[in-house]
């Protein structure tokens, strides 16, 4: 059976009038991408693609959340640093601010077992975790991936 995670542990969200939860968005697949704004990967690939899927799933069946989660220079990616990234590269979907954890390694990010940044995790409509990808993946590959957990009843 698929694993249900933990919810996201967040110091605050941008582009959301309030806090979100995973357990609130259940009943719509959920899309999460987890990335620092200081990552090549995550720039090049992991929040184009993210904003592509925001683009293409209508909104009553697929949330797109990021999940910025910093592991290494953290001086460098403060919430106020974030904001302007995300205003500049106009990235309008719901951004979660992992909680700094008690270590180097942020709340959730740990709580997820993640491997690093760009990670792109899809949850079905139950709540469940159905993919983790680590890295670059294909856009056809993804599509395929979400339109499967968005057909599912």
Request: overall charge negative; proline content about 7%; some cysteine.
């Amino acid at each position: 059976m698929p694993e249900a995670l933990p919810e996201i542990e967040a110091d605050g969200w941008l582009n959301a009038e309030r806090p979100l939860s995973l357990a609130e968005l259940r009943g719509r697949v959920v899309a999460v991408e987890a990335f620092q704004m200081l990552c090549p990967g995550c720039v090049s690939h992991g929040l184009p693609q993210a904003q592509r899927i925001a683009q293409t799933f209508r909104s009553d069946d697929v949330a797109m959340i990021g999940l910025h989660s910093v592991f290494e220079h953290h001086a460098a990616m403060t919430p106020v640093a974030l904001a302007a990234f995300l205003h500049e590269y106009r990235i309008r979907f719901p951004v979660a601010v992992d909680a700094a954890g008690p270590g180097s390694m942020p709340r959730t990010m740990a709580a997820w077992q993640l491997e690093g940044t760009p990670t792109l995790l899809l949850f079905d409509r139950q709540g469940r975790m159905r993919a983790r990808h680590f890295g670059q993946v294909s856009d056809m590959a993804i599509g395929a991936e979400i339109m499967a957990l968005v057909g599912e009843k």
